[in-house]
């Protein structure tokens, strides 16, 4: 490729700023009213009606970050204006997931508010008709065929709802329910917020981050580092941050709050986010942190005991073990995914029972191969790049040669993700000025993924391979008389000093001893072809 067709800085600006070309909620004074929600009115003139008339609410959540969150936003809202109600966050080992009719008839109440689940929730509905419980569900997972009985269902995702943005998470959701029973009680109340806890949600259920997410998630940022909530105060010091970035939310809050559900009880991480002063959510953290630590070396475990079974000339990673922890596989399939650049399904059996979950790579749907083995399968879920799903043990081997027929067919091409290799860098580009132009697009995520590129032809100066299993390697790479930092995390073909390489990477941002410098983060080296 010639120099002219490399990407300038000027290049690159243009085309992230594309990216957001059709957004028309660009700041918190665009978003949509609750008004436009199918039944949110409904929903919060029987609250109302509840409130005015002692009447018992209950809300029943779910145990990951975002149905966390939004008990959080609907038990606080209702504290500060003084309404009573009970919480139920299902736990994943006992209850299992979102409603359920046991939940129902262990619940004393009149009205039952759901918030992140619901949507398929038939029998809890049935059982609440039977006992004259009013069902609220507030939700925004795909609408099932048939639909629960309920007393009013707020979900952006019905045909018939008027909301612009179906793409929003359970705790945005909740939280328009809170605006709706606002206007209905003519309260002043500053809903704004709940921005910094809302911002963890879109994020940790990887909502597409454009339009209302990305400008709710850059206002919640902000709120985040005002550390407002003692919980963000406790996170700074005992991890010694003075400020929050998105990756920080991606890569340390989330993982902190959804840890909690994955091993023991998502109350946990509800009690963190509500502690009343720093000194009670640095108690709570410390729980918090042991938790996601024994999280960490169960899933060390399992990847270990999964990179004993994979057969790396497959198109396809499935493995699977007898009470591998459920909290975990998906961790550990992502994992797998990212380290071999290839599909990955990892199951846990228990009496008999294979329940799987999956995550994908670059263009391949990995639900819609799934789908193809619903002869097999109890159930099945999910979306393009992860799902989940259930067979009898009995089944693994046929579905793991089905599946491995599949993808054997599939482009090698497919396997990388083309919307996020923007192109060709110069390396003249490489600079302070590029750093800037790449924060000020931030935070990446679904739908505005952190830039990749590729820098041709350049040769490896030094390197060295580091990290406590000697599994990283420092680059020092030179293109065009351009000296690069680089490094390479879990890598799996060694460069060596004199060679000549193509590589997909980003760029970051290296802060070392109060020097900062570009650094590339390598994604994958391929040999050049010159």
């Known amino acids: ?68 969150i939004s008990s959080v936003i ?80 707020v979900n952006p995702k019905q045909e018939d709802c008027h909301f612009p943005n179906n793409e929003i998470c359970g705790a945005q959701v909740a939280w328009y329910l809170c605006a709706a029973i606002k206007e209905e009680m003519g309260l002043n109340y500053n809903l ?84 009343r002063d720093e000194s009670e959510a640095m108690d709570r953290l410390l729980y918090i942190v042991d938790l996601n630590n024994h999280r960490k070396e169960i899933e060390l475990g399992l990847l270990q005991e999964s990179l004993k079974k994979i057969e790396e000339q497959k198109k396809i990673i499935i493995v699977w073990g007898e009470e591998w922890h459920e909290g975990v596989i998906g961790i550990v399939a992502s994992r797998l995914c990212r380290r071999f650049n ?10 008999g029972i294979a329940k799987g979950s999956a995550r994908s790579v670059g263009e391949i749907n990995i639900l819609e191969h799934i789908s193809k083995q619903a002869d097999l399968l109890k159930g099945f879920g999910g979306h393009k790049g992860a799902a989940g799903m259930g067979l009898e043990a009995k089944n693994l081997d046929i579905f793991k040669e089905r599946m491995e027929n599949a993808l054997d067919s599939v482009d090698e091409k497919d396997f990388i993700n083309k919307t996020e290799v923007l192109g060709e860098i110069d390396p003249v580009a490489i600079d302070f000025e590029l750093l800037d132009i790449l924060e000020s ?65 980003t760029v970051s941002k290296n802060e070392f001893r109060g020097r900062i410098s570009p650094q590339l983060m390598i994604k994958q080296i391929i040999p050049s072809q010159m």
């Open 441 to 505: 697009f931030e935070p990446y995520g679904q739908k505005n993924p952190m830039p990749n590129f590729i820098l041709k032809d350049a040769y490896v100066k030094v390197e060295k391979v580091i990290g406590q299993n000697q599994n990283h390697q420092k680059i020092v790479l030179a293109s065009d008389d351009i000296t690069l930092e680089s490094i390479h995390f879990n890598f799996t073909n060694k460069v060596n000093s004199g060679e000549k390489v193509d590589v997909v990477c």
């Open 1 to 68: 490729m010639s120099a002219s067709k490399r990407l300038s800085k000027e290049d690159i600006a243009t085309i992230l700023s594309s990216r957001f070309s059709e957004d028309k909620c660009t700041s918190l004074a665009h978003i949509p009213k609750p008004s436009s929600f199918k039944d949110i009115q409904k929903s919060a003139k029987r609250i109302k009606k509840a409130i005015d008339h002692g009447e018992k609410i209950a809300v029943v959540g779910d145990y990951d970050a975002d149905g966390v």
């Open 342 to 351: 290839k599909p990955a399904i990892v199951f846990s059996i228990t009496d």
């Open 74 to 153: 609907l038990t606080e809202f209702f504290d500060d204006i003084g309404v009573s109600t009970t919480l139920k966050i299902p736990n994943r080992f006992e209850d299992g997931y979102g409603i359920s009719p046991e939940i129902v008839k262990h619940l004393d109440a009149d009205v039952i508010i759901t918030v992140d689940n619901g949507i398929s929730a038939l029998e809890a509905g049935r059982v609440c008709k039977e006992r004259g419980i009013d069902l609220i569900i507030t939700d925004h997972h795909t609408v099932p065929k048939e639909l629960p009985q309920a007393y009013a269902i």
């Open 192 to 275: 704004s917020k709940f921005l910094d806890i809302l911002a963890i949600a879109i994020m940790s259920d990887m909502m597409a981050l454009k339009d209302i997410n990305r400008t709710m998630v850059r206002s919640g940022i902000k709120l985040i580092n005002a550390k407002k909530r003692p919980i963000f105060r406790a996170i700074g010091t005992f991890f010694n941050k003075n400020s929050f970035k998105s990756e920080d939310i991606s890569f340390l809050i989330g993982p902190l709050i959804n840890s909690s559900g994955r091993i023991e009880d998502a109350t946990r991480s509800y009690e963190l986010l509500r502690a």
